[in-house]
Every structure is written in structure tokens, then in C-alpha cells.
């Protein structure tokens, strides 16, 4: 007898481990189908890294082939879903369509970033949501400098050695702290640059990691400070230009680098499904089931997932949430084909860690607050637990960068139109290339 189907679209870290811990429960009862836009998992939370040069991008990208035994890839984007025939058609990276039928389907689909209507932003800014953006990000960075040590006029030297950074949540305070690092090291190698780079973190919040405990959001902002970064809480960007950035306190500051980090909203796919949805996210039960239609799951950021410990609200968009998620839509997807029995989603927070470059970090492991060197070691070392692969790789580039030089070059691989905000490709002015 042909074996009942198990489709998941999207191989983020709800995706993935939801394939993952399939491959091992449940591949002798059902055949396990993994669609994803790329054939690999990618580890966000060391992107910044990538942007400053510490860990090569590849080490990143965990390839989805390799490490999921009994799983079947197919490379291609979900571009709808018929319920009632259960079926998903997908568009593969040539043009090619296909279908997938399926008995059990799990919508994984993820985030992508946040818009604000704010004039000129989808223009001129960059958001910090995949590798692409990391190595542009990167190779900006690296240009800015070299074209402010061949220009004479001290007012575009402060312009294009000034960095907006717009979010201080944890991916707009890691890339500012390890910008401000990078950077520095840059201009010390080129002597006849007399400028210090100055990066700027905005965010209407009224402090830094706003959704973190107190003692972490305090870490963070004293190494930032101490480190050179100009933080600014309660205020963000009113209006993006060609040329700069007008504040909404009324400054207006000259750059040629806007990096929009404000936070990821549900991919757009999920408002075509055509189902409930609560702030973008699909309404599952506690078991993560979509109501009306048993047959199918979502999890991660896709999905509004009752928090249990928090009653009335749900889960937050993280990435711990992502992967538990995905591990018990496994377990109850195996436990509708009788192995076991289903279980309602409740994860009570473990801690969190936030990587500030160099030496500094801020970590509270088990509601433990630590800064500095232990809370360094906390935060690599959980990394390498959470990698699903590449392990030895990123350890050695670890290793590396605190014992040698870390070389910078522009790379040229990911042109300034590649990476705009919205799918639409906006015309970028020439500096910004």
C-alpha cells in the first residue's frame, strides 16, 4: 500500500525540525515531503557575524539533503494551497510548476521584515533577513570606508562613515555592536582616514532589547556605549533621502547606510490561504492544528499559537519558539498514525543570549543574568548546540578570528537591487551600489 503523505512547507526553524524529528518518529508510517524556496536550513541568529566578517556564510547554510534522512526535498516556493482537495502547487526556482498532495500538511512558512509607511524607507533602507543581505550588508560596509579614505571633503567622510541601524531588538543590537567593532578595525588599517565611524541604534522603544529582561537590556546598552554607539531610544526614522535620514526628533543625519531592523511580520503567504488569522498568523489550537481542518498544522512564525503560560495571549516570534513547535507537530502528526498521543504546546522561556562582538555578550540562562566572558562562553556554546550542523566549521572561524587578522574585501556578489525591502526593486541610487 502507498504510504500517507506529510507535507511541510518551509525549511525555517519550525520546518526543519518538524522534518527532522519526522525522519526519525514517523518515516516507516508515512512518506515525508520537505518543500522549501532553497535546499538548505539557515542558522539567523549568526548573521550579524557573517555582515562583520567573523563567520564565512556557508557555514550558516545547513544543507537539508544531508541531514534529513528519509525526508524528500523539493526546491521551490508554495504558491497556493487547495484544503479541500489537499493538495499544494509550488513554482521551482526555473519556472517549472508542480503539485503536492498530501494527507498531513505543516505551514511553516516563516517572517519576512516589517514595514513601517514611512517615506523613502522601501527606497533606500536594507533590511537583515537572510545571507544575501548579511553578505551586501558586508560588502557596503567595506565600500563605504574605502570611498571615505578617497575623498577630501570632510562632510561626506562623516556621511559615508555614518551607520543607521533602525531597531534595537536583538537583530538591530547585535549588527550595531558588531558593526561598531568592524568598522573600527577598517579604519585602523587605513591611516590616512582621520574619522571615527559612528553608528547610530533608533528605536521608539525606551530601551535597548526592549522585549528581554531589564538586566540584559542594561548590559547591552553599556557595551554599546562604552563601545562608541550612539544609542537613541524613542526615536526612529521620519523620512529616508537619497542623502541621509530625518529623525523624528527633528535631526536630520547625513548617511549613506540605513540597515531596517524593526521586526518580521508573517509571510504574505499566509493572508492568501484564505483562513482565520490573528495579527497575520494562522489560529491554531494548543496542538497546533488548524481549526476546521485536523489535517493540517501550522507553527513558528506563521502560526498564533496559544501561550499557555500566558493565558490570552500567544506565542512570541522567536526562534525557540520555532523549533519546540516544530518538534511537537512531529510528535503529534506521528501520534495521528497511532504512535503515541498528542500533546498541547507549553514551553516556559530557558533564557536567552545576545552576542555582542569582541569579548562581551549578554546571556541569562535560566533566569541566571550574565555578562562579559561567561556570558560569551553561554552564548557560543549554545549556538553550537542549537546548530544543526557545521559545527566543527563555525567553531574554527571562531577560533581564527580571535588569533589572526580578519581579512576584509568587497566580494561583489550581491548587488544593492537584489536585496531591497519588498519584492519590487527599487531603483538605488549610484552611491549606494
Known amino acids: 500500500m502507498t504510504k500517507p503523505r506529510v507535507v511541510i512547507v518551509g525549511a525555517g526553524f519550525a520546518g526543519y525540525h518538524a522534518a527532522k524529528t519526522l525522519s526519525r518518529t514517523a518515516r516507516n508510517k508515512a512518506e515525508i515531503v520537505l518543500l522549501n524556496s532553497t535546499d538548505y536550513f539557515l542558522y539567523l541568529p549568526l548573521l550579524p557575524e557573517v555582515a562583520a566578517g567573523v563567520v ?17 526535498v523539493v526546491v521551490g516556493e508554495a504558491d497556493r494551497v487547495d484544503l479541500q482537495n489537499r493538495w499544494v502547487g509550488y513554482r521551482m526556482p526555473e519556472g517549472d510548476g508542480g503539485r503536492l498532495a498530501y494527507d498531513r500538511l505543516v505551514l511553516a512558512v516563516g517572517s ?6 514611512i517615506p523613502g524607507v522601501t527606497e533606500y533602507a536594507h533590511g537583515f533577513r537572510g545571507l544575501p543581505e548579511a553578505l551586501y550588508l558586508h560588502d557596503h560596509v567595506v565600500r563605504q570606508i574605502e570611498l571615505a579614505e578617497l575623498t577630501d571633503d570632510p562632510a561626506e567622510q562623516r556621511a559615508r562613515t555614518t551607520f543607521v541601524v533602525v531597531g534595537a531588538g536583538y537583530t538591530g543590537t547585535e549588527v550595531a555592536a558588531h558593526g561598531q567593532l568592524f568598522t573600527d578595525r577598517l579604519v585602523a588599517q587605513r591611516p590616512h582616514l582621520d574619522v571615527r565611524p559612528r553608528w547610530m541604534l533608533l528605536d521608539v522603544a525606551p530601551r535597548v532589547l526592549p522585549e528581554l529582561d531589564e538586566r540584559m537590556s542594561r548590559t547591552a546598552d553599556r557595551v554599546l556605549r562604552r563601545r562608541g554607539v550612539d544609542v537613541r531610544m524613542g526615536v526612529s526614522v521620519s523620512e529616508a533621502t537619497p542623502d541621509g535620514v530625518m529623525l523624528t526628533d527633528g535631526e536630520y543625519v547625513p548617511t549613506c547606510s540605513l540597515v531596517w531592523c524593526v521586526g518580521v511580520r508573517p509571510d ?18 494548543e496542538y497546533l492544528t488548524v481549526p476546521g481542518f485536523p489535517e493540517v498544522y501550522a507553527c513558528g512564525d506563521a502560526a498564533a499559537v496559544p501561550d499557555l503560560t500566558q493565558p490570552g495571549k500567544i506565542c512570541t516570534m522567536t526562534a525557540q519558539h520555532a523549533q519546540r513547535q516544530g518538534r511537537l507537530v512531529a510528535h503529534n502528526i506521528a501520534a495521528s498514525y497511532g504512535q503515541g498521543r498528542r500533546r498541547p504546546y507549553k514551553h516556559h522561556d530557558l533564557g536567552w ?3 555582542l562582538g569582541g569579548r562581551d555578550a549578554a546571556a541569562n540562562p535560566l533566569k541566571v543574568s550574565l555578562a562579559g566572558l561567561p556570558a560569551k562562553a553561554v552564548t557560543r556554546g549554545y549556538h553550537l548546540l542549537a546548530m544543526p550542523g557545521n559545527r566543527a566549521r563555525v567553531g574554527a572561524d571562531w577560533l581564527l578570528d580571535a588569533a589572526l587578522p580578519r581579512p576584509a574585501v568587497q566580494l561583489g ?3 544593492a537591487n537584489a536585496v531591497p525591502l519588498e519584492s519590487s526593486s527599487p531603483e538605488v541610487p549610484a552611491y549606494r551600489r
Open 56 to 72: 564565512e556564510p556557508g557555514r550558516l547554510s545547513v544543507p537539508l539533503s544531508g541531514t534529513l534522512d528519509g525526508v524528500r
Open 112 to 117: 519576512v521584515n516589517k514595514l513601517l509607511p
Open 268 to 285: 504574505p503567504f499566509v493572508a492568501e490561504l484564505g483562513l482565520r488569522t490573528e495579527k497575520g498568523r494562522l489560529v491554531v489550537d
Open 353 to 355: 543570549v545576545v552576542d
Open 413 to 415: 556578489l550581491v548587488p
